[in-house]
């Protein structure tokens, strides 16, 4: 396969995004039921802000996936550089060729000074997210959970 590269995301990507963003809710059983027109809206609102930086996977001209991340809202240690990636995403079209391990790999050196630390969070419902992170080398560092209130 041809080479793969990182690069910023542009408006032109924000279809794309949003696609790619529908396919990784309904993979990951996220219980987000929003279309793909509300999410354009949500990854153009951060595009035009910089409230997260959003990066595209690229093979010859054709977007295979994305990464949406910024700065960890909470620092293990505000001492070592630190990333969160809030969505990482290789098109169901494009898995099993090991674009996702190399889209991380390059996530790594181009956007993570060397020393830095990533975190993300992996839905419960995700299994094959899991393996897929475990298989970068990331571990497990905590266990989110969550409790809602009934409804009178």
């Known amino acids: ?11 032109d990507d924000i279809e794309a995004l949003a696609t790619l963003n529908r396919q990784l809710l309904d993979d990951e059983g996220h219980p987000s039921s929003a279309t793909v ?26 977007v295979v996936g994305y990464i949406v991340h910024g700065p960890n809202p909470y620092p293990l240690d505000a001492a ?21 391990r190399d889209g991380f790999e390059l996530f ?7 020393g830095g630390r990533v ?8 299994p094959g997210g899991q393996a897929f992170w475990a298989a970068v080398g ?13 409804t009178e």
Do not use: K
């Open 37 to 62: 027109a509300e999410l354009s809206a949500r990854h153009r609102e951060w595009l035009g802000s910089g409230e997260w930086t959003q990066d595209i996977l690229e093979v010859e001209g054709h």
């Open 80 to 100: 070592v550089p630190e990333r969160f990636i809030r969505q990482f995403c290789v098109d169901r079209r494009y898995r099993g060729h090991g674009l996702g």
């Open 119 to 126: 975190t993300l969070d992996v839905l419960e419902s995700n």
């Open 138 to 150: 990331c571990r497990p560092f905590f266990h989110r959970m969550e409790a809602y209130r009934a």
């Open 108 to 114: 790594m050196e181009l956007r993570l000074p060397p």
């Open 1 to 11: 396969m041809a080479t793969l590269i990182l690069r910023p995301a542009r408006a």
